[in-house]
């Protein structure tokens, strides 16, 4: 009997370490999105949480390179304007889903000054 009670602890313990196991996966997820209002042969600095900086020269849709964590925040800067423009972000913040789901939704505009 004390066998029978022993190696049942054992397996119950052992139970309860490969649940603990498992907290699931991260998924990471691209940001990105569409820069629209942007004047030819003029470029805009963006950023993605304060790193990860990208050039963008072109009307149309832009990808940073590092992704982010499912369950993380992200945010969306300009960090330089293009020469006689100010480009503003829409949509620039908030946390991928827990499924890490791409971020397809920041808009940057950009207009001439004047």
């Avoid at 066998?3 to 940001?31: D, I, M, R, Y």
């Avoid at 020269?57 to 969306?76: E, L």
């Avoid at 620039?92 to 940057?108: H, I, K, L």
């Amino acid at each position: 009997m004390k066998h029978s009670k022993l190696a049942f602890v054992f397996l119950v313990s052992a139970a309860a370490l490969l649940l603990a196991g498992c907290g699931g996966t991260t998924e990471n997820a691209t940001v990105g999105g569409t820069v629209v209002g942007l004047s030819g042969g003029t470029i805009v600095t963006l950023q993605n949480n304060g790193s990860d900086p990208i050039n963008v020269g072109a009307n149309g849709t832009f990808t940073f390179d590092a992704q982010v964590a499912s369950n993380s925040a992200y945010d969306v800067t300009v960090v330089t304007n293009p020469t006689g423009e100010t480009c503003t972000v829409t949509s620039g913040s908030g946390t991928v889903d827990a499924n890490g789901d791409q971020v397809t939704n920041v808009v940057v505009t950009c207009l001439a000054n004047t």
